[in-house]
């Protein structure tokens, strides 16, 4: 049946609809308002529902904005670090919530419909978008939706909250903190920085609030060790304790040659070592691998990952594999008071790959 613009003027709404299925091979077995006298109690109980799930849905979005503006975001010493989980289970909960409320509506507010379609293929013409409209027009106008401001506000509410969130999180990291205060530790320099307090070489011993530093004593001819930063004034602090281990830029490999050996210092870097010991970085040069092999014999610290060989005796030049830059020095010394290593100053050369920290100063 084809009708033109003519046809369909005139017409009510109900007919529009009715026809346009018709004329699109659906049978209308059942359709029917849900709430055919509107105001009565059973009505407002039903919306009663649906705006609480609504309100939940706002609270948890709420609760993500909170979380995401006011949470501690970086990881503790110790403990376990509740901000991700916490966004994930507000802003999460929103959207469930509201997915929630959107189909309570549906269940209890548009019409009770049972219908029979045929599919065909070919594009709609005038007639059949004009009936569509109609159809949409009149489920909105029966499910209520222009007498119900609240639950229509409080619906555009709780979605504007997770497009205002997705919004915020892209931009939120472009935000400055006005009242930051620029950082003593800059990405210039590595965790043995110096600030006058001496900074001595410990151990892992694997609780990261136990401190232990390393003296001469502790390496047999041969050995090596790997070292972390130690300041006095960090005793106290479990956070600062615990960091330097996190810290990629801080582990440095002490050596203790063999007796009668000695390096070729590079200029400027004769008196960085103590003896037989030597401390020099333990990141590879080529991609940051931890350098963790000492092979005694050639006197070569190996990275396993692509092979790259270190000659110590050579001030840790690469002598093989794809590293194209020594690893860098760490002076050290002997405090007089305690006899535990400390470092002088911080490495000589940036650490890590070539690509880190490119403007080094
Ligand atoms: S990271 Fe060490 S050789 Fe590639």
Redesign the pocket.
């Known amino acids: 049946m084809t009708l033109d613009r003519r046809d369909l003027d005139g017409r009510t709404r109900d007919d529009l609809l009715r026809a346009g299925l018709e004329a699109d091979g659906v049978h209308l077995v059942r359709y029917a308002d849900r709430w055919p006298l509107p105001g009565t109690r059973a009505e407002r109980r039903a919306v009663r529902g649906v705006v609480t799930w609504l309100g939940l849905a706002a609270l948890f979005g709420i609760g993500f904005f909170v979380v995401y503006l006011a949470w501690p975001y970086r990881y503790p010493a110790d403990g376990y670090e509740l901000y991700t989980p916490l966004l994930g289970i507000t802003g999460g909960g929103c959207v469930l919530l509201l997915a929630v409320a959107v189909i309570r509506y549906s269940q209890r507010f548009l019409p009770e419909e049972v219908a029979v379609q045929e599919r065909h293929d070919d594009p709609s013409g005038e007639f059949d978008r004009t009936t569509t409209s109609a159809l949409v027009t009149d489920t909105v106008r029966r499910a209520g939706l222009p007498r119900r401001r609240l639950v229509i506000g409080m619906a555009g509410g709780v979605v504007a909250i997770p497009v205002l969130g997705t919004l915020l999180a892209a931009v939120g990291g472009l935000i400055r903190d006005p009242w930051r205060q620029p950082p003593a530790d800059t990405v210039w320099h590595s965790g043995w920085y110096t600030t006058g307090e001496r900074v001595f070489l410990r151990r892992d011993v694997g609780d990261p609030h136990k401190v232990e530093l390393v003296r001469p004593a502790d390496l047999d001819a041969g050995a090596i060790e790997t070292v972390y930063p130690f300041r006095e004034s960090d005793r106290g602090d479990p956070e600062k304790l615990a960091a330097v281990f996190d810290r990629g830029d801080t582990p440095a490999i002490l050596i203790r040659l063999r007796p009668g050996q000695k390096v070729d210092a590079k200029p400027g870097q004769d008196h960085d070592n103590v003896g037989e010991y030597y401390a020099f970085s333990k990141l ?1 040069t ?4 931890p ?1 963790s092999m000492f092979e005694q014999q050639t006197d070569r610290l190996v ?6 060989q270190f000659d110590v005796l050579q001030s840790c030049t690469p002598i093989f ?3 194209a830059r020594p690893l860098p020095q760490l002076p050290i010394a002997v405090d007089e008071t305690t006899g535990s290593f400390y470092a002088t100053g911080d490495f000589r050369q940036p650490v890590g ?1 070539e690509f880190w920290e490119l403007g080094w100063q």
């Open positions: 590879c080529h991609l940051g691998c350098v990275c396993p990952c692509h092979q790259s594999g794809p590293a790959p």
